[in-house]
């Protein structure tokens, strides 16, 4: 068993040197598509189905977004 770990992190240490990104691949989400919407009124279940994204993931784009705002603003 420690063998097995220590050959794991061993591979993806190596992985990552050469650039290989480790982990789920992310989603785009039009965000300023998804902000227009939210600006509508829309709930973020709706435009989650109008994009073709998890609610979760335009839950995360728009307080992302919120965040980068507030962050321009200060």
Not at 21 to 35: F, K, M, N, Q, T
């Amino acid at each position: 068993r420690a063998q097995l770990v220590e050959r794991t992190k061993a591979g993806m240490e190596r992985a990552r040197k050469q650039g290989i990104r480790i982990g789920r691949p992310e989603v785009a989400v039009d965000v300023e598509r998804a902000l227009a919407m939210k600006a509508e009124g829309d709930s973020v279940r709706k435009i989650a189905q109008r994009l073709k994204v998890p609610a979760s993931t335009v839950q995360r784009a728009l307080q992302r977004a919120r965040r980068g705002a507030a962050g321009e603003a200060a």
